[in-house]
């Protein structure tokens, strides 16, 4: 076969590869004793422990499932991947979904020797709910319990960093509506998953679920000794956010750069055609698994 056509072939096949969806190397993974805290592990072959990247579903933790397959490009990276269910709201009210996002990282540590990776340098990743939940790991306190009974629980909960594509950050309705709009908390996210019955229940019995609703919000809890966190939006809207898609608005971002640069910790905001974070997300995920 001439030269030529033999690197026109082998390059069609590389470019199948990197496109190529890969099975979990252990699947269906139980964290926990519901059974919908399981999870998917992809396992990258190594003579040294890899760095971990967990992903977390989105759907306003009321909807969503974790990935089934992996893409082969993002294994070519150099650190293993994981991918969790969760307990969704219509089955567990928060704080369900992100106790369960923590348990799962728990989980994982005490499987880093086995499936070969550095349980130091496990970072998340998620969009939308799954960016909160990824956030809200990043600055919550270790929950590690040494003298538990529960083996797992006694593993630590905290991350090397986070990364979050269009997240929310805060799920205090007052905060939200002054700062980006009244359709940032329509969604039954703001609402539903606290146990109101609707945006305005939630408003006006705000002593009922105030203390749930700012635990479980990510801002809540940054403190100096937090990780970095990468935090990405697509669609910068206009403020205040009256109609669409105010959900995902880039405000809650501004929100939480807002804080970190008080605190004085990393907190690299992206949104499209506005704020530039200065690196890539592969360029943020080398940099945090590269620290020791």
Known sequence: MP??????????????????????????VSYGPHKDMTLNFWKVESKKPTPLLVHIHGGGWLGGKKNETANANELKKGYSFASIDYRLAGTELLPAAVHD??????????????????????????????????LWLAYHDDMADPKSDDPVLRQSSRVCGAVAMGGQTTLDPFLLEKKIGPACIQHGMIWKTVGAKSIKDLMENWGQYKELSLQCSPMTH???????????????????????????HAGFGRLLKEKCKKMGIDCHLQVKGHEVSGVTKDEFLKKVFSKQ
Do not use: C, M
């Open 3 to 28: 030269f030529i056509k033999l690197a026109i072939l082998l390059s069609v096949i590389s470019i199948s590869l990197l496109g190529q969806k890969i099975e979990p190397t252990y699947k269906q």
């Open 101 to 134: 996002a923590a348990r799962a990282i728990q989980f994982l540590r005490t499987k880093a020797k086995e499936w070969n990776f550095n349980p130091a340098r496990i970072a998340v990743i998620g969009g939308s709910a799954g960016a909160a939940s990824s």
């Open 222 to 248: 940054v403190s100096k000794d937090d990780p970095p966190v990468f935090l990405n939006y697509g669609k910068p809207a206009p403020i205040p956010v009256i109609k669409g898609d105010g959900i995902h």
